[in-house]
């Protein structure tokens, strides 16, 4: 039996569950929200690759053990991968911009605080601090780019992003190595933190306000433990 849609129905993508309703209409506009977010991933990408090269210095300068040198690694990283999902489903439903301009100011803050740090344990809550900014970053820099852009647009702006956080890492080890070979290790925090400047700066002009419209609550019991499973997966691998 074949049935026909009325002439003004309109037929939506069942694979991409977003329209071209919340599209930024100007191009310029939505080449300075690829860039925005393109920034803001390799701050992110930056912090987490650029601390490796800077461990000896910060071993023999803030006398931390090999076992302090790990969590002030894999802390920020832990912290970003147990509450990537958690919070990137509150951005969508809260509100994209405010989760990301929170996550930036915690961003730049903490980066910021740990270069005057003299002791390991301040420094590894700093790092967790700053992992949990990132969350809130690196998620809702996708869901920004996804719903800014029209959908003949859409694949090659996430292709960008997705390259981008290949060079981030690039970039964060480059920029550590050279600011360790020439300055103090207190340096290495400089580059998240102008990168989340510039980019809290440039959001604040540029991003749109976007959430999703979601009838149903939040899921806090799911949310914990995703949180719990990624965040223990990646504990047990590192």
Known sequence: MTHHLPDDAVLLDPVDPHTDDEAVADARQRRLILITMCVSLIAVIASSSGLNVAQQALAADIGASQSQLLWIINGYTLALAA????????????????????????????????????????????????????????????????????????????????GVAGAGGILGLFASAAIIDNATWPWVFSVPVILATVSLVATLFVVPHSREHIDTGFDITGAILSALAVGGLVLAIQ
């Open 83 to 162: 509450l990537l999902m958690p919070i990137g489903a509150i951005g969508d439903r809260w509100g994209r911009k405010p989760v990301l301009v929170s996550g930036l100011v915690l961003f730049a803050a903490t980066n910021l605080a740990s270069a005057f740090v003299n002791s390991p344990e301040p420094l590894i809550a700093l790092r967790v601090l700053a992992g949990i900014a990132a969350a809130m970053i690196m998620p809702v820099t996708l869901s920004v780019i996804t719903t800014s852009f029209p959908a003949h647009e859409r694949a090659k702006a996430i292709g960008t992003w997705a």
